[in-house]
């Protein structure tokens, strides 16, 4: 008899093979990508029961052989539809380092202690960002960052970004301005190169900027105050940081074949 997958070798965003309530007895199977996990056991005599990304729901079967593939292609981020909510593939950011802060810096410091103060609160704001770019490369699916929408998806656009970061331009300056701070950070360039798709666009007559991230090919890490930090994509729409045993067991079962 065929062994079911147990329910921790299920996990979101990954592809399997499900039974359908309408098809149960016929032999069928529905390959999709699994958007909830909904039997609370470890196991289950009929397979653990999920809700795909599609809305169907059904009992898992069996994995697909691309399970931990991911997207390996980039869509057309022109024709994107905006999500309307956050969820486990897409995170939207208000800012990417800007901050409210800046503005309420009263005009009588000196110029120079006041530009340092505000370098000084870009960088927690930078680094939330990389933050959740390196959890979704981190993820078996990937997913997309979404800079200038609110966390309740009111599209606020990039305006006092661009204008903190003196900015020409947002396809040139901003968009190489992005990939700096990613390689400052993650110090990884050919995950920046190849794996990230990063591209400014108009909704609601405001520019935002969406970034599509595949999943890499080795594990990523934050380099902050001389220390490296691991996250990943929790089964909520925000990034989950792992260390100790818990990220040494994810990193063997997600990347395999890193030594």
């Known amino acids: 008899m065929t062994m079911l997958p147990s329910r921790d070798q299920i996990k979101v965003g990954m592809k399997v ?19 909830e996990i909904l039997t609370t056991g470890d196991t289950h ?15 898992v079967k069996k994995l697909s052989n691309s399970a931990f593939l991911g997207s390996t292609e980039f869509e057309d981020l022109t024709k994107k539809v905006t999500p309307s909510c956050e969820d486990k593939f897409n995170e939207f950011k208000e800012f990417y380092q800007y901050d409210e802060g800046m503005d309420a810096l009263p005009d009588t410091i000196p110029a120079d202690k006041k530009s340092k103060l505000i370098e000084e609160k870009k960088q927690p704001v930078k680094k939330r960002f990389v933050i959740a770019i390196s959890s979704f490369g981190n993820d078996s699916v990937g997913g997309f960052v979404y800079l200038g929408i609110r966390s309740d998806g009111t599209i606020v656009g990039l305006d006092r970004d661009k204008r903190v970061g003196t900015f020409a331009d947002y396809d040139d300056k901003f968009a190489n301005h992005i990939r700096d701070t990613l390689e400052t950070l993650l110090k990884d360039r050919v995950f920046i190169i190849t794996k990230l798709q990063i591209k400014f666009t108009e909704r609601n007559g405001k520019t935002i900027c969406i970034i599509q991230i595949l999943p890499s090919s080795e594990p990523l890490f934050i380099h902050s105050n001389n220390t490296k930090e691991f996250y990943i994509r929790g089964p909520t729409p925000r990034a989950e940081h792992l260390d100790g045993k818990e990220m040494v067991s994810f990193i063997k079962q997600r990347f395999p074949n890193c030594p």
């Open 45 to 59: 005599p009929h397979g653990i029961m999920v809700e795909l990304q599609g809305g169907e729901c059904g009992r």
């Open 17 to 35: 093979f499900v039974e359908l309530k309408l098809d149960q007895g016929k032999g069928k199977l529905t390959e999709g990508t699994v958007k």
